[in-house]
């Protein structure tokens, strides 16, 4: 069986944008409202207070860059903006009696100047740097969910910190089969979720929690309600350094049936060796990890399967990539990897919202395998994983076996940074569309033959899907 990648808990789902006015065109300032980040280097600079100007920011740069902008109308994230603001508010019990939010028009430059007047002092009655930074933050995020788009994601920090030498992640030191969407949507997680892959010398298998074990609650609350996610429980497995808030996870052992309760702190994580480079399954028959599709990722998995082919003493018959736990990367690496199966074919387009769109196509430099195809898929594999499950079905590249794709899949993001030097603002300009110009972001792409993982056969570490795609190369 492939080994299951520990991945942190971040989060995110989709819904579809419905503009609600008729399209309006970024302004100049628009145009230069945030920075758009390049490669960088070094520490970066000591995070700042979010006030009325980086909301601003904010504001202007997802009307000039986000997928929506040009043609969504103002009002509904400024509404978005005001509601979050307000929400933060009550959860902090501040009362302000002049936080409504007044007549919009739908003119972009008219509706923020009167949405300043009533914000801008809103802040400022607020007692310390804190708090206001924390209003200004829910309401940059209220914006951001109100384009409903799995790809625009605010990223704020608050400090500068650094791990001790040695160690690379901090956490308890397992994945969750389940993950919230990156912008922290729960809406589409399933019951009952489990622990996938606990580390050995982690928090958690200090404490004795097992790969498998069917994760009930967290501190006496469920995950889950008449099987609706409860969304504040996610955040307790998503502690970053230095936070460390023990947690009491209730979870049931699928090899034996009993509940247990166990308390676990975060901590420091060891170093984690390289995923497997792949194994011969059956004659002629390969399985490779495809763990990412960040830069060097195609590469890792053609020269996994070079090795394989080396060892075996012919050409493969058939190839099983294990896409299940990629969590996607770059289309420059999935056109690599494509093309090891088809040439001369586009897989895929990143179209805006007005319909111009650009392909994506094989990268015919990658040497033809000419091997048979199983792409083992599931709720773990997202974005370009999603685009190049899609492909294999689009283009009859081969067969997929496990589970739907996560569908979390609008397109690449950029990142622009606001001028707290806290927060940054992820974003598309594009959506990935299907080689037949199929809409599969928020939906994923379903398996050919559904087999997925279940808790007993994680913690007794069998496979059925690559079973199941054995037989269907070998017969």
């Known amino acids: 069986m492939t080994s299951r990648r520990w991945i942190p808990a971040v989060g995110a789902a989709i819904a579809v944008l419905a503009a609600t006015s008729a399209p309006a065109m970024a302004t100049p300032a628009e145009a230069t409202a945030c920075v758009k980040q390049g490669p960088t280097s070094g520490q970066p600079p000591a995070p700042g207070a979010t006030t009325l100007s980086t909301v601003e ?23 978005a903006a005001f509601g979050a603001a307000a929400r933060e508010l009550r959860e902090r019990g501040v009362n302000e009696p002049g936080a409504v939010l007044p007549p919009l028009t739908g003119d972009r430059d008219r509706d923020w100047t009167a949405f300043a007047r009533r914000f801008g002092p809103l802040l400022d009655a607020l007692p310390d740097r804190t708090v206001r930074s924390a209003v200004a933050v829910a309401a940059i995020r209220g914006m951001a969910a109100s384009l409903h788009d799995d790809h625009v994601v605010v990223v704020h920090r608050t400090s500068n910190p650094t791990h001790p030498p040695g160690h690379y992640n901090w956490g308890f030191g397992f994945r969750p089969s389940e993950l919230p969407e990156p912008n922290g949507d729960t809406s589409k997680l399933t019951d009952p979720p489990y622990l996938s892959d606990v580390g050995k010398d982690t928090p958690a298998s200090r404490a004795g929690l097992r790969t498998g074990d069917v994760l009930l609650a967290l501190n006496g609350v469920p995950m889950f309600t008449n099987g609706i996610a409860n969304a504040g429980q996610w955040k307790f497995l998503d502690q970053g350094y230095p936070q460390a808030t023990p947690v009491r996870f209730t979870v049931r052992r699928p090899t034996t049936g009993k509940d247990l309760n166990v308390t676990v702190k975060p901590g420091l994580l060891p170093i984690v060796a390289p995923p497997a480079q792949g ?22 998995a053609l020269t996994a399967i070079a090795a394989l082919t080396a060892k075996y003493g012919h050409p493969l018959k058939g190839v099983i990539l294990d896409l299940r736990d990629n969590a996607g990367g770059m289309d420059t690496e999935v056109s690599k990897l494509l093309g090891a199966f088809v040439h001369g074919k586009t897989y895929s387009s990143f179209c805006d919202v007005r319909g111009a769109c650009r392909p994506q196509r094989t990268d015919d430099s990658t040497p033809l395998l000419n091997a048979k195809l199983v792409a083992l898929i599931g709720n773990g594999c997202a974005s370009a994983c999603d685009a190049f499950a899609m492909a294999v079905k689009d283009l009859r590249l081969g067969t997929l076996v496990g589970d739907r794709t996560r569908g979390v899949a609008s397109g690449g993001a950029d990142a622009y940074s606001l001028d707290d030097n806290a927060t940054t603002l992820m974003m598309p300009a594009t959506h990935a569309l299907g080689a037949n110009g199929e809409i599969f972001d928020g939906i994923g792409v379903p398996a050919d033959y559904r087999q997925p993982l279940t808790p007993l056969d994680v913690a007794t570490g069998k496979d059925p899907a690559v079973a199941k795609a054995v037989t269907l190369l070998t017969h």
């Open 57 to 79: 920011q904010a504001y202007r740069c997802f009307l000039a860059h986000s997928y929506a902008g040009p043609v969504i109308d103002d009002r509904v994230p400024l509404a």
């Open 279 to 300: 194994r011969l399954v059956a004659d002629g028959i390969a399985e490779v990890p495809v763990t990412t599709f960040q830069p060097g990722g195609a590469q890792q």
